[in-house]
């Protein structure tokens, strides 16, 4: 079992950053991809971003490439979410999530971060 806590979330104006971190604990070394995804109220989850725990490659929803970055300190078993020139339709509850070895989809969710951009 893998367990996720999500922070850094609050209230930002537009063009404004925040960064979020997703502490991981548990069953890290059965992690092979870290992923980021948000809820605005109506919507349905989408996918913001994603890590190979241990590799090297990333991938972004296309409104926010160029403006997020995710990244991960394997020391700490950490993922962060950078998150510059914030916009209003980037308001959201955001969700750490990780994909474990065997599994086809992410398999653990941390309880999410409200993020408020003002405009």
């Known amino acids: 079992q893998v367990q996720l806590v999500e922070s850094g979330g609050g209230l930002v104006q537009a063009g404004g950053s925040l960064r979020l971190s997703c502490a991981a604990s548990?069953?890290?070394?059965?992690?092979?991809?870290m992923g980021w995804f948000r809820q605005a109220p109506g919507n349905e989850r989408e996918f913001v971003a994603e890590?190979?725990?241990?590799?090297?490659?990333?991938r972004y929803l296309d409104s926010v490439k160029g403006r997020f970055t995710i990244s991960g300190d394997n020391g700490k078993n950490t993922v962060y979410l950078q998150m510059n020139s914030l916009k209003p339709e980037d308001t959201a509850v955001y969700y750490c999530?990780?994909?474990?070895?065997?599994?086809?989809?992410?398999?653990?969710w941390g309880q999410g971060t409200q993020v408020t951009v003002s405009s």
């Open positions: 999530a990780a994909q474990l070895s065997g599994t086809s989809a992410y398999d653990y």
């Open positions: 548990g069953r890290t070394f059965s992690v092979i991809t």
């Open positions: 890590i190979r725990w241990r590799g090297t490659g990333t």
